[in-house]
């Protein structure tokens, strides 16, 4: 069975830090751009970040561009999101989700449960 699971949310303060892990079971995440999305109650899903299969490439929002940073370690079949200088409107439901291509082109195939992520004094 083809599944992602994310780890690593949770209550952070506002300027705290956060590492979420995306790992991958039932297949390599090798071939596939993966990407993080955020969903806050309310309010539409949106994307956070994305990384190409190979590593090479990653784009980033705007809002969270300078904080945020995607890696991967396709070794371990995981992409991380690290999260540096949170606010309280980084909270929000985080997803990974994976597309079977090189880059980050949308179309993503499969996604994660979500983690909780919450800033907040």
């Known amino acids: 069975q083809l599944q992602l699971v994310e780890s690593g949310g949770g209550l952070v303060q506002p300027g705290g830090s956060l590492r979420l892990s995306c790992a991958a079971s039932g297949f390599t995440l090798d071939y596939y751009a993966i990407g993080w999305f955020r969903q806050a109650p309310g309010k539409e899903r949106e994307g956070v970040s994305c990384i190409s299969s190979s590593g090479g490439s990653t784009n980033y929002a705007d809002s969270v561009e300078g904080r945020f940073t995607i890696s991967r370690d396709n070794a371990k079949n995981t992409v991380y999101l690290q999260m540096n200088s949170l606010k309280p409107e980084d909270t929000a439901i985080y997803y990974c989700?994976?597309?079977?291509?090189?880059?980050?082109?949308?179309?993503?195939?499969?996604w994660g449960q979500g983690t909780q992520v919450t800033v907040s004094s």
């Open positions: 989700a994976a597309v079977q291509a090189g880059s980050c082109t949308g179309g993503f195939d499969y």
